[in-house]
């Protein structure tokens, strides 16, 4: 059984930085993308970041620069690390994970549509 829990989200100002984390058990890092995904109220549900363990890495263009994404072999957690947090980057993070490989272009184009398993969210709160 595949179990994503997300953690870590705060709220903090605007230019702090913040790192959320994923524990993921009954997945295989092998198994496929992972990624993080987020959503605020009112839009739709936008991929942030990609990785697969070809070491394909991708990234929204809005979070370029910002954020970065890591899987932990050790601790078995998918983490994202937020600097320089802009208000608009207030959401709800979504871990998620696909049944296999994708090009990251792909999932960051259409990615909520490919995930086939999700966790239950974090919210990050930035104020100016």
């Known amino acids: 059984q595949v179990q994503l829990v997300e953690s870590g989200g705060d709220s903090v100002q605007s230019g702090e930085s913040l790192k959320i984390s994923c524990a993921v058990s009954g997945y295989p890092f092998s198994s496929g993308s992972m990624g993080w995904f987020r959503q605020a109220p009112g839009k739709e549900r936008e991929a942030v970041a990609i990785?697969?363990?070809?070491?394909?890495?991708g990234y929204a263009d809005s979070v370029l620069g910002r954020f970065t994404i890591s899987q932990d072999n050790i601790r078995n957690t998918l983490d994202l690390q937020m600097n320089n947090l802009k208000p608009e980057d207030t959401a709800m993070y979504y871990c998620?994970?696909?049944?296999?490989?994708?090009?990251?272009?792909?999932?960051?184009?259409?990615?909520?549509?490919?995930?086939?398993?999700w966790g239950q969210g974090t919210q990050v709160t930035v104020s100016s």
């Open positions: 990785i697969d363990t070809y070491e394909r890495i």
């Open positions: 998620a994970a696909a049944n296999r490989h994708f090009h990251p272009d792909i999932l960051l184009r259409a990615g909520k549509d490919w995930m086939k398993y």
